[in-house]
């Protein structure tokens, strides 16, 4: 039996990662810092991805590694997990004889909706990190990926994905009350209008149209767990994806005006625009994974908004 050693698979992607590798055949070594991870074939190892001994502990022996370890805005944290934890497990893998390493980035290395982008970004978009821990952190781990494969032949797959969702975090994103605290750059809400504010002071919902300085809705890209899974098991094992970075992410970029239409008359719930000045609308290129993985991405955004009001429905059935 083929072993994989992850890092990161408590997390809401590690894991289906994992169960994805279970199905797979493979055994698995998970290093955990708090939350043990369950399976068949899976064992985890208590420790942490800045100890790299335990690292190394995890990874003997094992074909296949992934890394998804990471911290989000905490400065006391993000470096030693996502920057000194990625380090020490590339450093681990060329002392071992890894068929393939993969690293889950995300598009926060390309700079997405805070900078202006006139082209959708394809894999050789520049690295454009913006303000904030984790997109710095994001860069930071390509780059050392990207590096160890020229200076040791480590053979390395990227997959660079937008906002994962799954159940119902699409809905709490279009919700104004939802969002009212957000602590992670890139997303929040931009200006708050009297109406917001109104809405938030006597708690009555609103479904957000987030709006550029001439009020014209913005477009982002953002993608579904289930499909990020499907593009991680079409480049696992698969000698076309070696040496290769994929953007992974839905089918098409939407529109905040025509999503929040929908979603309002699904659910009967105003709509309210809100003034993003600070933001710009982006699309993401998935050419390439579609054309090397055989990627088929399959919840677009009205798919995704009817699976998270299913979900919400049987979370207030149980």
Not at 19 to 45: C, D
Not at 257 to 283: M, W
């Amino acid at each position: 039996m083929r072993t994989a050693a992850v890092f990161g698979a408590s997390g809401k992607l590690g894991r289906s990662v994992v169960a994805a590798l279970e199905k797979r055949g493979f055994a698995i070594r998970a290093l955990v810092h708090r939350t043990p991870v369950s399976g068949r074939n899976t064992v985890s190892i208590s420790g942490s991805i800045v100890d790299a001994s335990a690292v190394g502990e995890t990874m003997r022996g094992a074909d296949v590694v992934v890394q998804l370890a990471t911290s989000k805005e905490e400065a006391e944290s993000f470096f030693d997990v996502s920057v000194r934890g990625t380090f020490n497990v590339l450093e681990a893998c060329r002392h071992e004889k890894i068929r393939q390493f993969f690293l889950f980035g995300g598009d926060a290395a390309l700079g997405i909706w805070f900078y202006p982008h006139p082209i959708p970004l394809d894999e050789n978009a520049p690295r454009k990190a913006y303000p904030g821990y984790y997109a710095f952190s994001k860069v930071m781990e390509e780059t050392m990926t990207e590096q160890y494969a020229i200076q040791y032949g480590l053979t390395v797959t990227v997959l660079r994905s937008s906002w994962i969702f799954e159940g119902t975090d699409l809905l709490n994103h279009f919700s104004l009350l939802h969002n009212l605290d957000t602590k992670e750059k890139g997303h929040g809400f931009g200006e708050v209008c009297t109406e917001a504010v109104q809405s938030m002071q006597t708690k009555q919902e609103r479904i957000p149209i987030l709006v550029d300085g001439s009020g014209k809705s913005l477009r982002r890209h953002i993608v579904h767990l289930d499909d990020v899974i499907q593009a991680f098991d079409r480049a696992l094992d698969n000698p076309s994806a070696f040496g290769q970075t994929f953007n992974i992410s839905g089918p098409s970029a939407f529109d905040y005006r025509v999503v929040a239409a929908y979603i309002s008359e699904r659910l009967r719930i105003p709509t309210v625009d809100l003034s993003s000045q600070n933001y710009h609308s982006f699309e993401i290129n998935i050419s390439r994974a579609r054309a090397v993985l055989g990627y088929k991405p399959e919840n677009d955004i009205f798919r995704m908004v009817d699976r998270a009001i299913e979900a919400s429905h049987q979370k207030r059935g149980n």
